[in-house]
């Protein structure tokens, strides 16, 4: 299967997809202020953040005047090309070697199996990979990193659990110095973006790659969990603030959940989305595609 | 912006036209109930849930004389919080207990949703009731969970049974005969995170339903949960016939409507809510204190709890006494950021307050580590200078600064605060002399 309609595929697993409500709604044959306040509620209903609903609308109701909005093809057409326009408004990071890319994000919203993930795409791309588990924190978070570094054959530089994530990440780039690695991957501590102790932690980090490997190329992902409602855009919008964000790697897009809140990171903060994890297995991670996804997400 | 206000602020918006008549009519009503429906959505309650919720509101709001105390606004938000409390209600359920021991416990739930925190999280609680906890490992998916369990529970000090990556099905039959044996009164199974349309995975946990007697079946959800937050409960539910809820990461920013989602689609009561990393950060659920925080009115019940928590009835008399007085030292203003520091710092107070989460205002504008330096100074003074500022002097400014590794600056600054702080309170003095924290 190509990739691109893995995305898809895992978007459609429900029902209940923003399509199957539309038709419900153009069956209604509702009108005016009726039919946008539904069509929102649409939207919102896919975790979609109630302004940037509001402002699809808006746009929608712009563009579709006269006898076009009772054409359902029409409408449809045109949520997609809005939608796929507020994708495209953050654009896509080019990755340069050598480069170190860091995951930061909340808890539990899959960092540790995409460092995994990410590794081993790398390594199809010809790539050598070493894994900082700076993760020091959680319980045998660098046990599991140890697996997943050894599925993806890569070198894994740790610490005992419980030290310094610094010093864990002083000692990777130095390694990966040493070595002319192409790509060094840093996992990271799970943290509540209201913690401003384990923010600053997160910034210590930050400075210490930027200082001690300024000839990288040094790139800060996101991981959101698909499943995460309007909090999703609060999350972006602190660890934006605390370490500058290159894009967003979006997980468990394999649920019933579609990650509508993209679009308002993509539209709003200007984030945009690198990668999408959408299954259990080390191959099941994607390079994000636009287009791919609003076809999956309508 | 703070969302309390903003929601207030809407609906008297709405209502500035109300004539004296005394009553909501049903145009008024129809559009305040939009923008309650909105601040839910903001707050992640599913969309089918709001609106059955908005239409239930409607019909009890329509013709409610509006109370002389209240404006009209503040009288739907009322209504609105009464309804969501009757709805998330009633207050919090106990954990069963299996009349037969072992009681047994499972977990499930997604992904990531923290379930084998909660375990450890569990057995504290379990502990300190004088019971005898038993952890079961049945996550053989997930790389290192089984260590993950072992090192959480070792730290509750709950022993952990594990078969390494045996079905998890068998495990949980040796687990609970191995309680029987060994005189475990309470078993929890932790399971592995399952994505509810995982079939094989799903049938797994029916499995283990079947083979062992169980008591409790806890769904673990991620506070932060959005719409999906129904798909997964139901499905869940359907499937395993959940025994009640336990919501986790309620430290974080997230306005929980997934809560009020999952108790609509499943009516199983929220048993616990997570409240942070440490073990011991498990507390009952409150469905007043959710229903604040859902519109957004910051949850002002728990933060007066701790308060009360952190400073006895008997300091707060002292320091009021010392206020009327105007005795008040730097002793005293001392006390006072230890007893913030023990409500759980000025962080977790601010997240609390009504719309702290969508303010500005964070944490780094009340450092924590601001309160260190505090210390420091003040604890690097003689108690005579903490009992007489005004002797401080330039040398003993530098001695201060030595001992207390800051600057000078640093000190006057906070003399310069303390000061302050003494004004505020002599002007408080004639009022009703409540204790107030220096901010």
């Known amino acids: ?11 459609k697993k429900t029902k209940e997809t923003v399509s199957h409500k539309m038709r419900q709604l153009f069956l209604k044959n509702k009108l005016g202020d009726a039919f946008y306040d539904e069509l929102e509620e ?17 746009q929608v109701k712009e563009e579709a005047i006269g006898g076009k909005i009772k054409d359902e093809q029409f409408v449809t057409d045109l949520l997609k090309d809005i939608l796929e326009d507020t994708l495209n408004e953050a654009p896509m990071p080019e990755i340069k070697y050598p480069c170190v890319i860091m995951l930061v994000g909340v808890n539990g919203v899959g960092k540790t199996t995409t460092i995994g993930k990410v590794a081993n795409w790398f390594i199809r791309q010809k790539k050598s990979v070493l894994v900082a588990a700076a993760d ?3 319980a045998a978070a660098i046990d599991q990193l140890a697996v997943w570094a050894d599925r993806a054959k890569v070198r894994i530089v740790k610490h005992e659990e419980g030290s310094d994530p610094s010093a864990v990440v002083f000692d990777a780039v130095s390694s990966a110095k040493a070595r002319g690695t192409d790509v060094l991957l840093i996992d990271t501590a799970g943290r509540l973006h209201v913690k401003d102790n384990l923010m600053n932690e997160l910034k210590k980090m930050d400075r210490v790659v930027a200082r001690e490997f300024p000839e990288a190329h040094f790139y800060k992902f996101l991981v959101l969990d698909a499943t995460t409602g309007q909090n999703a855009y609060s999350q972006a919008r602190v660890f934006k603030d605390a370490v500058s964000l290159d894009g967003i790697v979006l997980t468990k897009l394999d649920g019933t959940a579609k990650g509508g809140f993209v679009f308002s990171l993509c539209g709003e903060l200007k984030v945009p989305v690198v990668f999408a994890g959408v299954g259990e ?9 636009a287009e791919q996804f609003v076809e999956g997400f309508i | 912006m703070a969302l309390f206000a903003s929601l207030s602020e809407r609906l008297n918006h709405i209502f500035s036209k109300l004539t004296k008549r005394g009553k909501l009519t049903e145009l008024e009503i129809r559009q305040a109930m939009r923008e309650v429906r909105i601040a839910l959505l903001e707050a992640d309650v599913n969309l089918r849930v709001a609106k059955d919720f908005i239409a239930q509101v409607s019909e009890k709001a329509v013709g409610q004389q509006v109370l002389e105390s209240l404006n009209p606004a503040q009288q739907v938000i009322k209504i609105v919080n009464e309804e969501l409390i009757a709805l998330m209600g009633p207050s919090n359920a106990k954990l069963e207990v299996s009349p037969k021991p072992p009681t047994v ?5 997604l992904q990531g949703a923290g379930k084998t925190t909660m375990c450890a999280k569990l057995a504290v609680q379990l502990k300190k009731q004088g019971k005898r906890p038993l952890l079961v490992a049945g996550d053989i998916y997930r ?27 068998k495990t949980a039959r040796q687990a609970v005969e191995y309680a029987n044996k060994m005189g475990f009164d309470t078993v929890v199974i932790d399971t592995a995170g399952r994505l509810h349309i995982d079939e094989k995975l799903m049938q797994e946990l029916e499995n283990i339903k079947r083979e062992v007697e169980i008591t409790e079946i806890l769904l673990t959800v991620d506070a932060m949960t959005g719409q999906d937050a129904v798909n997964v409960a139901e499905t869940f539910n359907s499937r395993l016939g959940v025994t009640g809820v336990i919501l986790t990461k309620l430290d974080g920013d997230t306005r929980g409507g997934a809560c009020l989602s999952i108790k609509a689609v499943t009516g199983k009561p929220i048993k616990f809510i997570g409240v942070g990393e440490k073990l011991t950060d498990l507390e009952p659920f409150y469905p007043d204190r959710m229903a604040s925080r859902i519109l957004g009115m910051g949850d002002v019940l728990s933060l007066i709890e701790r308060a009360q928590e952190a400073v006895s009835e008997k300091e707060a008399k002292e320091l009021e006494k010392k206020m009327r007085e105007n005795s008040f030292t730097l002793s005293d203003y001392l006390t006072q950021f230890e007893a913030l520091k023990k409500m759980g710092g000025a962080g977790a107070l601010l997240s609390m307050l009504p719309g702290a989460g969508k303010m500005k205002l964070r944490e780094s504008d009340f450092d924590e580590k601001k309160i260190e330096r505090i210390r420091a100074i003040i604890l690097s003074m003689t108690p005579k200078e ?39 309170m002599k002007q408080m003095k004639g009022g009703k002399g409540r204790m107030r924290l220096p901010f």
């Open chain 1, 42 to 58: 649409i939207l919102i209903s896919s975790d979609v953040s109630v302004r940037t609903a509001e402002d699809v609308v808006e």
């Open chain 1, 281 to 289: 297995k080390i191959e099941d991670l994607e390079l994000f595609d």
């Open chain 2, 143 to 169: 790389p290192a969970a089984i260590d993950q369990l072992k090192v959480v529970g070792g730290k509750a000090g709950a022993e952990v049974f594990e078969r390494g990556t045996q079905d998890p099905v």
């Open chain 2, 386 to 424: 903490r009992d007489n500022p005004q002797i401080i002097n330039y040398s003993r400014k530098k001695r201060i600064a030595m001992g207390s590794g800051t600057t000078l600056q640093d000190i006057n600054q906070l003399l310069k605060q303390f000061e302050q702080t003494k004004q505020l």
């Open chain 1, 1 to 11: 299967m190509s990739f691109f309609g893995k995305i898809k595929d895992a978007l």
């Open chain 2, 105 to 109: 416990i499972m977990m499930c739930g």
């Open chain 1, 136 to 138: 020091t924190f959680r």
